[in-house]
């Protein structure tokens, strides 16, 4: 059974700092490209930070460069997404997704985790 669980959302004051990993499972996910994405209330989903299935290569919002890293381990099969300067527009529900090398769409979905900047 495929499971991609995200934790480490919360409520974080503008400027500060949170951590969200994905843990995968069911899948084999060193062959995966993985990608985060956020969905604010009355928005569209949009595209955070990817990264491919080696590491090698990331991609970032322009909202979001300079500010979030994304990161994998794929002997803990996680990928992480380090939010630091955090602002108020980037509350959202973040989801992290998987993709096969070769596909073009997101293959699985994780159910999100809720962040919240705001004093």
């Known amino acids: 059974q495929v499971q991609l669980v995200e934790s480490g959302g919360g409520l974080v004051q503008p400027g500060g700092s949170l951590r969200l990993a994905c843990a995968a499972s069911?899948?084999?996910?060193?062959?995966?490209?993985m990608g985060w994405f956020r969905q604010a209330p009355g928005k569209e989903r949009q595209s955070v930070a990817s990264?491919?299935?080696?590491?090698?290569?990331?991609a970032y919002a322009d909202s979001v460069k300079g500010r979030f890293t994304i990161a994998r381990d794929n002997a803990k099969n996680t990928v992480y997404l380090q939010m630091n300067i955090l602002k108020p527009e980037d509350t959202a529900v973040y989801y992290c997704?998987?993709?096969?090398?070769?596909?073009?769409?997101?293959?699985?979905w994780g159910q999100g985790t809720q962040v919240t900047v705001s004093s």
């Open positions: 997704a998987a993709r096969r090398i070769s596909a073009v769409a997101y293959d699985y």
């Open positions: 069911g899948f084999a996910f060193s062959s995966y490209n």
């Open positions: 990264i491919n299935w080696s590491g090698g290569a990331r």
